[in-house]
C-alpha cells in the first residue's frame, strides 16, 4: 500500500481536482489522508464531503494550523502503507504516476522511486523537467549528490514515494526545524536519500506543479524567503559527510549569492540591514567561490569587490539577459 498525505491550506479552489487526480490512479492499492491544517475557507466542508464520498480511500484529519511540515507529520503518524507519498492541495499527478514509481521501486529493490514534473503556468505554458526517458540508478551518496545538484532531481517531496522505514530511521535520529518555510522539502529529502541504500529515478514528467501567483514559493520577498534557503544548506554543510562535503560548500554559497541577488533586484527598500548581512555570509565563505561555475563565480567576486555598482550591473544582468524556465 501506498500512503498519499496531502496538507491542504485554504485550497478550496484546487483541492477537489487533486483528490481526483490521486483517486484515478490506475495504482488502487493505497490510501489519501487529507490534512485539513486550519483552513479558514470552505477546505473543511469540501474534505469531508470527500471522505464521506471515498471511505475506504480517503481518511480527513482536521488540526490548527501548523503549517506544512507538521500537517505532513500528522498524516505520517496514521499512515498504514509500506510507502509514503505526498502531494501539494493545488497540484495534480497523471493517472499512472503511483503505477511507474511502485513498478520502479520493486525492480529495482530501490527505497525511493521519483521521477521528473512539469511546471504549468497561468498562461499555458508547460515546461518540462526534464523528460528524457532516462532511467537513473543512485545510490546513497549518489542520491544525495544530485539532490544537492539539482541538474536534473526535483528536491520536493511530492514526484516521490519512500519506503516508510526510511520516516523511522529519519524521526529516530533527526529533529526538524519545523519553523522553516523555504526549502523545508529539500531538507527533508537530504536526509531520507542519506538513509536510503538505492533510489530509481525515471526521468517522466508525471507530476504536475500548477505555477499560482499566491503560492508561499511565488510571494514577493521576506525574512523566510531570505533566510531559510541559506539556513538549510548551513544545515547540510554542518552534517559534515564527507563523501558530500564539496557540493555542500559550493550549494551553500551559490544560494548566499542567489538570495543577494534577489536582494539587489527588490525595489521596496525594506531589506537594506539583510543585503549587509547576506553579503557578509558571502564574505566570511568567499573561498567557496572557486567551487562555482565561471558565471557564478564573476557575479560572487563582483559582490565582493564592487558592491556599490553591483546592484545595477544585475539589474541589468537580469532584466535583458537572464532566463530562467522557471518564470
Excluded at 490548527?64 to 505520517?76: F, H, K, P, Y
Excluded at 504516476?97 to 508547460?126: P, T
Excluded at 563582483?302 to 539577459?321: H, S, T, V
Aim: proline residues 2%.
Amino acid at each position: 500500500m501506498i500512503s498519499i498525505i496531502v496538507p491542504v491550506y485554504n485550497a478550496e479552489k484546487y483541492v477537489s481536482k487533486t483528490l481526483q487526480s490521486i483517486l484515478k490512479q490506475t495504482y488502487q492499492n493505497l490510501e489519501v489522508i487529507a490534512v485539513n491544517d486550519g483552513s479558514t475557507d470552505q477546505t473543511r466542508n469540501i474534505l469531508d464531503e470527500y471522505g464521506k464520498k471515498y471511505p475506504e480511500k480517503l481518511r480527513v484529519i482536521h488540526t490548527e494550523n501548523q503549517g506544512v511540515t507538521l500537517a505532513r507529520m500528522e498524516g505520517l503518524k496514521i499512515a498504514r502503507g509500506t510507502w509514503i507519498g505526498f502531494v501539494d492541495c493545488d497540484d495534480m499527478i497523471d493517472p499512472d504516476m503511483y503505477e511507474l514509481l511502485i513498478r520502479n521501486a520493486e525492480k529495482y529493490d530501490a527505497d525511493i522511486s521519483h521521477c521528473g514534473y512539469q511546471m504549468q503556468f497561468a498562461d499555458g505554458r508547460v515546461n518540462y523537467f526534464y523528460n528524457t526517458k532516462k532511467i537513473i540508478i543512485q545510490d546513497k551518496y549518489q542520491g544525495m549528490k544530485d539532490l544537492l545538484e539539482g541538474d536534473f532531481i526535483e528536491p520536493s517531496l511530492c514526484n516521490k514515494i519512500f519506503h516508510k522505514q526510511l520516516f523511522q530511521k529519519f524521526f529516530n535520529n533527526k529533529k526538524i526545524n519545523t519553523k522553516i518555510k523555504i526549502n523545508e522539502d529539500l531538507l527533508m529529502n537530504y536526509y531520507l536519500f542519506f538513509y536510503a541504500n538505492k533510489s530509481v529515478y525515471e526521468d517522466i514528467c508525471k507530476y504536475h506543479y500548477i505555477i499560482r501567483n499566491k503560492s508561499v514559493t511565488r510571494k514577493g520577498l521576506n525574512k523566510s524567503r531570505i533566510y531559510d534557503p541559506i539556513k538549510v544548506k548551513k544545515i547540510i554543510l554542518n552534517e559534515n559527510i564527507d563523501e558530500v562535503r564539496e557540493i555542500a560548500k559550493k550549494v551553500y554559497i551559490l544560494t548566499s549569492i542567489n538570495v543577494y541577488n534577489s536582494l539587489m533586484i527588490d525595489k521596496s527598500n525594506k531589506f537594506k540591514k539583510d543585503e549587509i548581512k547576506v553579503r557578509n555570509i558571502i564574505k566570511e565563505n568567499k573561498e567557496y567561490i572557486k567551487l562555482l561555475g565561471r558565471k557564478q563565480k564573476i557575479l560572487g567576486k563582483m559582490i565582493l569587490y564592487i558592491p556599490c555598482l553591483y546592484k545595477y550591473i544585475y539589474r541589468f544582468y537580469a532584466k535583458y539577459l537572464l532566463r530562467s524556465k522557471y518564470n
